[in-house]
């Protein structure tokens, strides 16, 4: 019962208007297509993506959603106070690893999640975010919950 969304668009329809959740394929491996996914999208609505890897941020289309919810990272699972990530798979690992962040035009959130690459974790708890969506598009990020 689960439509899995690669390189494609639906629309949630709302009290307030419509929500288009934009699935966008892993950009780490190559499947990405922002173009195809958005071919079929309504300008002026809400526009929530959703894809595997943080570098969806050098597309330049990206600016067209509003919000972009990504994982991939783990976090970086290894966190060191002042430094931040040590490692993780993205092209700017400090600056994705994890978090809100303001980038290319849009927003994005990268969640830790639950799971790791390997089965460490310092300072990089897991995490399941609670972003709430308001009608007059602000994000409210709650505190994750593990």
Same mark, same amino acid.
């Given at each position: 019962? /689960?439509?899995?969304? +690669?390189?494609?668009?639906?629309?949630?329809?709302?009290?307030?208007?419509?929500?288009?959740?934009?699935?966008?394929?892993?950009?780490?491996?190559?499947? *990405?297509?922002?173009?195809?996914?958005? #071919?079929?999208?309504?300008?002026?609505?809400?526009?929530?993506?959703?894809? +595997?890897?943080?570098?969806?941020?050098?597309?330049?289309?990206?600016?067209?959603?509003?919000?972009?919810?990504?994982? &991939?990272? +783990?976090?970086?699972?290894?966190?060191?106070?002042?430094?931040?990530?040590?490692?993780?798979?993205?092209?700017?690992?400090? #600056?994705?690893?994890?978090?809100?962040? #303001?980038?290319?035009?849009?927003?994005?959130?990268?969640?830790?999640?639950?799971?790791?690459? /390997?089965? /460490?974790?310092?300072?990089? @708890?897991?995490?399941? @975010?609670?972003?709430?969506? !308001?009608?007059? #598009?602000?994000? !409210? &990020?709650? *505190?994750? +919950?593990?």
């Amino acid at each position: 019962g /689960i439509n899995l969304l +690669h390189n494609e668009a639906t629309a949630l329809f709302e009290p307030g208007g419509r929500i288009w959740v934009v699935g966008v394929g892993d950009t780490y491996s190559g499947r *990405d297509d922002l173009d195809t996914a958005l #071919r079929d999208v309504a300008g002026g609505e809400y526009l929530l993506g959703i894809t +595997h890897s943080p570098d969806l941020l050098d597309d330049p289309r990206v600016a067209e959603l509003d919000l972009v919810l990504a994982g &991939h990272t +783990h976090g970086g699972q290894i966190r060191l106070p002042l430094v931040g990530a040590l490692y993780a798979p993205v092209k700017s690992p400090r #600056r994705r690893a994890a978090g809100m962040l #303001r980038e290319s035009g849009t927003l994005m959130y990268v969640s830790r999640g639950i799971g790791e690459g /390997i089965p /460490i974790r310092i300072n990089c @708890p897991r995490e399941i @975010p609670l972003i709430t969506l !308001r009608a007059d #598009r602000t994000v !409210r &990020h709650a *505190d994750s +919950h593990a």
